[in-house]
């Protein structure tokens, strides 16, 4: 009997609220009740990586002697992810039991994602959690005319900056610098330096995001493949079917199964559901990136459990 309540107690999902007089049999007698469901959830974490290029980037070479990029380049990659599952009712799978007056099972108790009575209750299903990254910087149009004219003047106060800087450090000037007078003196003219730098070799941001996808798997089949989310270099993070970036999904390999032999029908009886344990992959359609073994209950065996013994 023990054996009995753990199996119920992994796969009813069981609900007293609300049915639907059609679906179900009216009266104090009818226990009503849905079959559980998996959800898988995927946790993902993404970092982009941005370069903006300067204004005068393609006077760098002529003017400072260094190649940098000419244009504005993204690239978003998968940092972290997790697979995971919770289970939920399944809402088209109501059913409903006719037992005998003032007779209730007593394992229906036990479980607090079955039967809900009391205070007991059903734990909360996952939901999609989908925070969008920044968006890109726009290039400031009130800026400095990236005309040849202008980069000039600003590579000769490059220069600048940088012969006033070795001469502090090597004494070649008026003013005697020593200590902290040095190094802040030093660092002054360091930092002027690298933000006129950055008009000629342009600038670097990172960016991180954090999101949660869910997926149902919806049939028996021996394989699914669903779409999860995707990834565009510049956009980063985005839904499942954007059409904006490279998909990611969740593939499914469901074991081959046994059917149980099915008893009487005629005696009374609560339908269960025996889960799968599938392999479940994240794959960017053709390299996994991440898999896990996962009870699937929709993609598992029905059975039933008699709650009255034949006479």
Not at 115 to 139: K, Q
Not at 149 to 168: C, M, N, P, Q, T
Not at 231 to 259: H, N, V, W
Request: charged content about 25%.
């Amino acid at each position: 009997m023990k054996i009995y309540k753990a199996l119920i107690l992994a796969a009813l999902a069981l609900s007293s609220t609300t049915m639907s007089a059609k679906t179900a049999k009216e009266g104090p007698e009818a226990l009503h009740y849905t079959l559980p469901r998996t959800v898988i959830k995927v946790s993902v974490e993404v970092r982009r990586n941005a370069h903006y290029a300067g204004m005068f980037s393609q006077y760098s070479r002529q003017m400072l002697g260094i190649a940098v990029p000419q244009e504005d380049t993204f690239s978003t990659v998968v940092t972290g992810v997790r697979i995971e599952s919770a289970v939920e009712a399944d809402l088209a799978r109501w059913q409903s039991l006719s037992v005998p007056a003032g007779f209730i099972p007593q394992y229906l108790t036990f479980t607090p994602q079955g039967y809900v009575s009391g205070d007991l209750g059903i734990a909360p299903t996952p939901c999609d959690s989908y925070v969008p990254m920044p968006a890109p910087r726009i290039a400031d149009t009130d800026s400095l005319e990236a005309s040849e004219g202008s980069a000039r003047i600003v590579a000769d106060k490059i220069f600048e900056l940088r012969s006033a800087r070795y001469a502090i450090l090597v004494g070649d000037t008026d003013a005697t610098y020593s200590g902290e007078a040095l190094k802040t003196a030093s660092d002054e003219l360091k930092k002027m330096e690298d933000a006129r730098l950055a008009d000629f070799i342009g600038e670097d941001e990172v960016c991180e995001a954090f999101s949660v996808f869910t997926v149902v798997p919806f049939s028996k089949e021996r394989h699914q493949k669903l779409p999860v989310f995707e990834i565009c270099d510049k956009a980063g993070l985005l839904p499942a079917s954007s059409g904006r970036g490279r998909e990611y999904f969740i593939e499914i390999d469901r074991p081959d199964m046994t059917q149980p032999d099915v008893d009487n029908p005629e005696i009374p009886a609560i339908i269960c559901r025996i889960p799968a344990v599938c392999e479940v992959r994240l794959t960017d359609g053709v390299n996994t990136i991440a898999c896990a073994r996962i009870p699937v209950f929709q993609l598992g065996s029905e059975v039933r459990f008699p709650v009255i013994k034949k006479q």
